[in-house]
């Protein structure tokens, strides 16, 4: 037994080289140079500045993000990435710019209100002022109450809701406890809680949907409604369409929720309230197109270089704030990671593209279309030639925060490639590989037509708390070490995805959605 022992022991031994040289390869040289670059020469606050404080916010459509998409061009351009351009993915729509906003209370007593309109709402058309009236709207039946009673008039849709003070921290970070949980697979059947409440959900959206065409057959002259957040924050998005055609919506205001309460419950108590308002807006339509901002560092081998490996962030953002969070940090963290790259001089195998997209805040709208130009229809499953040569893509736009690990869309058989890319970083707080996926970011665009595309997993901070659609989603909510973090180990990924002899492995494809037209 003992004889046996020591032969299996030697085996065992003879073959552990064999299981060294098949663990995937790090370059833990290019990953020193990565590291120093960052470290020493880091452009990615400045980027961050320019895409925040001077050209956002970054509404689809609107003029200010085709400057700010023209800048990005030009800026990858300076670091030395080739075909920097933009690239139409097909007719986006109008454009919508808030040209002049005022909202104040004149009675009881004078106040300048904090709120904003939502996009693509329509405008006053002047002033207008007047003694709010307080709709108390629970289901459809409740409509008739007020059924020709609102021409002309200044609504606020809902009762005053108590706000609950919280004795929490906004600013926060993954425990380990939360990223292992966060590691383990999650069974069929077990649902997060959101996932419960989709149905109340979305009788509230159909509620609102109806209420608001109710509202405009009436003839409201404005709507107020109470945001979501507090303490100032306001949550603000899409109020009315930027399709073509399409008559503008409503002027609305999403008001801060402290005075929305204010106000309701002065009508409550039927207490006199005036307000005075006044929105002044822009539709443009000069250019329908919708525009994708990208740049290649070009492939060097002979046999690889036709191959692609992109990485990406989408580049617009909503209006109230700068779209700092959301997602200037994907952007800038991408574009520090290619202009690292490009600095340190490495000759990658795949050619490294880098997207910024248009539109993900209307349904992902610039990467979907780019994935129909370039590798398939997702409805039918018609694929395109360069479908089989994109190896991966990477994605960012889960806010500011630090890397904490990735996200492997249900994709067990890149679980061992991405634990070696990681370890590297274990020292700076990025160790968990989890099997689940993560939603509402442009990676999905990928993944849906069977390519390999991935999400990290992000610190929160105050993403979700504070930033998330709001008027403080700006420059000031973002930590330039935890960018400088996410940069390092964005270029670090990219370039070894790009550099391995074999394409990042893929998921079954999946069937088509629709048949093919004939």
Not at 40 to 56: A, H, I, P, Q
Not at 264 to 288: G, S
Not at 444 to 461: H, K, R, S, T, V
Request: a positive charge; one cysteine or more.
């Amino acid at each position: 037994m003992r004889r046996f022992s020591v032969r299996i022991a030697v085996a065992a031994l003879l073959l552990l080289p064999l299981a060294v040289l098949a663990k995937e390869p790090v370059d833990l040289q290019v990953i020193t140079k990565i590291k120093q670059e960052e470290f020493r020469n880091s452009k990615v606050m400045e980027t961050l500045f320019y895409l925040t404080d001077v050209y956002g916010p970054r509404l689809p459509a609107s003029p200010a993000y085709r400057k700010a998409a023209r800048w990005c061009v030009e800026r990858l351009t300076e670091f030395g990435l080739e075909n920097a351009h933009l690239e139409p993915w097909g007719t986006l729509g109008r454009g919508w710019v808030l040209k002049k906003f005022r909202l104040e209370l004149l009675e009881p007593s004078y106040k300048p209100l904090l709120g904003f309109p939502p996009a693509w709402v329509g405008g006053t058309n002047g002033p207008v002022s007047g003694e709010p009236v307080l709709l108390k709207i629970d289901s459809e039946e409740d409509f008739e109450k007020y059924r020709g009673k609102l021409a002309g008039a200044i609504v606020l849709v809902g009762t005053a809701e108590p706000i609950e003070p919280e004795d929490r921290a906004d600013v926060r970070r993954f425990t380990e406890d939360e990223l292992r949980e966060l590691s383990l697979l999650r069974m069929p059947g077990e649902r997060p809680d959101w996932w419960r409440r989709r149905a109340e959900f979305r009788r509230r959206w159909q509620l609102r949907r109806k209420l608001n065409e109710f509202l405009k057959e009436e003839g409201v002259a404005l709507v107020i409604r109470r945001s979501r957040g507090q303490d100032g924050t306001i949550n603000v998005s899409r109020g009315g369409s930027y399709k073509l055609g399409e008559d503008p919506a409503i002027p609305t205001v999403v008001l801060a929720a402290e005075q929305y309460n204010r106000l309701a419950r002065l009508l409550e108590k039927n207490i006199p309230v005036k307000i005075a308002a006044e929105i002044e807006v822009e539709f443009t339509t000069d250019d329908t197109l919708g525009y994708n901002v990208i740049a290649e560092i070009p492939g060097t081998d002979r046999k690889l270089k036709d191959q692609i490996v992109m990485l990406g962030a989408h580049l617009d953002s909503w209006h109230a704030g700068t779209g700092a969070t959301d997602n200037a940090t994907g952007c800038a963290v991408v574009m520090e990671a290619v202009r690292i790259l490009k600095a340190i001089g490495v000759k990658p195998r795949r050619t490294i593209r880098v997207a910024l997209w248009d539109a993900e805040e209307l349904g992902f709208l610039g990467s979907r279309g780019y994935i129909k130009k370039h590798f398939g229809d997702r409805k039918t499953m018609e694929l395109k030639k360069d479908h089989a040569r994109l190896s991966v893509y990477f994605n960012l736009d889960n806010g500011g925060g630090r890397i904490r690990g990735i996200y492997l869309q249900g994709n067990d058989a890149v679980r061992p490639i991405f634990e070696a890319y990681l370890e590297p970083f274990h020292d700076m707080g990025a160790t968990t590989v989890t099997i689940r996926n993560t939603g509402g970011t442009d990676h999905l665009a990928f993944d849906e037509i069977g390519l390999p595309g991935f999400q990290f997993i992000q610190d929160p901070l105050d993403y979700s708390r504070r930033t998330h659609h709001t008027n403080m989603d700006v420059y000031d909510h973002v930590f330039r070490s935890d960018l400088m973090q996410a940069s390092i180990i964005m270029a670090s990924f990219v370039y070894h995805a790009a550099m391995r002899d074999e394409m990042i492995p893929r998921k079954p494809l999946p069937k088509p959605r629709q048949p093919a037209s004939r």
